[in-house]
């Protein structure tokens, strides 16, 4: 048995139908979303933000600081070998 406990929202009904249909067609529920926030705003220390709207902003999370040297201009090499390789 868990132990769990239930926490009661005020939402716009408009807002909650919206993000209910999102959330089915991601294949996840509005509660499990809810889950997930708490669990991410624990995991980190703070609250999960969305400015960030590129990926380079939302992979930032898992950027490892040490490879950044290595990985400096990485993007413009593979685009340039991929080039490449399509000349062959």
């Known amino acids: 048995m868990t132990n769990e406990v239930t926490v009661e929202i005020k939402l716009d ?3 909650k139908e919206a993000a ?3 959330y089915h067609s991601v294949g996840t529920t509005f ?3 809810i889950n997930l926030f708490v669990k991410r705003s624990i995991e980190t220390g703070e ?3 969305t400015k960030k709207k590129t990926a380079a ?3 930032s999370a898992y950027a490892n600081p ?3 040297p290595f990985e400096k201009d ?3 090499q593979v685009a340039v070998e991929r080039y490449a390789r399509s000349l062959r």
């Open 57 to 59: 902003g939302m992979l």
């Open 31 to 33: 509660n499990e979303v």
């Open 47 to 49: 609250v999960p933000r």
């Open 66 to 68: 040490a490879m950044i």
């Open 74 to 76: 990485g993007l413009e």
């Open 13 to 15: 009904a408009d807002l």
């Open 20 to 22: 209910e249909k999102l």
